[in-house]
């Protein structure tokens, strides 16, 4: 599985764009890009999936080069509620989920 | 559409017990995967179960074990607890497997081992 390495930390402003970026850079052909969200003592949330160029959906975009050895998840104006952990994965289909350390997010008033 | 369901969500148990938790996944969902979370290692995946049938294992000594039943529900047991079992452990659920796309977690069952 491919190993994935992400800021352990990260502060922003409300109102701000913020962007985490996640490196990857044995990522195999058939491996998928997720990003989950996790608060305190509660499980993973799902965001967003993607193989290659740019998925947006309602909460979240995800960039991702022609190279796919990095992606980069986007979180539009934040507000408090998204202080959580951000978790970058990468795996083929049927694997497990193999969860780093994940990237701490705090939004500050 | 009813969420992963996870009971009991707090227990305690002494050393030497065993403990069983149960995973009740989305309707329609045939995998389920486990993970323990703890504050030093994170999340670390425990098994996956695809209709009835374990497809993944992790890295995780014998007393964990699991098992799926053909309605999709799971169960894990941890056996002779230890005091590092004491941990949050989430289950999952997805339709085809963890990483063809969402995958659906509970709110997990808390364990505190005495």
């Known amino acids: 599985l491919a190993k994935t390495t992400q800021p352990i930390s990260m502060d922003s402003y409300e109102g701000q764009e913020v962007n985490i970026t996640c490196s990857h850079n044995n990522i195999a052909t058939n491996d998928y890009i997720t990003w989950y969200q996790q608060f305190p003592s509660q499980g993973p949330r799902f965001i967003i999936q993607?193989?290659?160029t740019k998925v947006t959906n309602e909460v979240a975009s995800l960039f991702i080069p022609a190279d796919r050895k990095s992606s980069t998840l986007s979180l539009p104006r934040v507000s408090l509620s998204d202080t959580a952990v951000y978790y970058c994965?990468?795996?083929?289909?049927?694997?497990?989920?193999?969860f780093g350390k994940g990237t701490r997010l705090s939004v500050i008033a | 559409k009813a969420g992963v369901t996870q009971t009991p969500r707090y227990l305690i148990k002494t050393r030497g017990q065993q403990v069983t938790l149960s995973c009740s996944p989305i309707s329609g969902h045939r995998s389920v995967s486990w993970y323990q979370q703890t504050p030093g290692q994170g999340l670390q995946f425990l098994f996956e179960?695809?209709?009835?049938?374990?497809?993944n294992k992790g890295n995780f000594p014998g007393r964990f074990s699991g098992r799926q039943f053909s309605n999709s529900r799971s169960e894990m047991n941890v056996s002779t607890l230890e005091l590092g079992d004491s941990a949050l452990y989430l289950c999952?659920?997805?339709?085809?497997?963890?990483?063809?796309?969402?995958?659906?977690f509970g709110e997990g069952s808390r364990l505190t081992v005495l």
């Open positions: 179960y695809f209709s009835e049938t374990q497809r």
């Open positions: 994965l990468v795996g083929p289909g049927n694997t497990p989920l193999v």
């Open positions: 993607g193989y290659k």
């Open positions: 999952a659920s997805s339709f085809r497997g963890p990483n063809t796309g969402e995958l659906f």
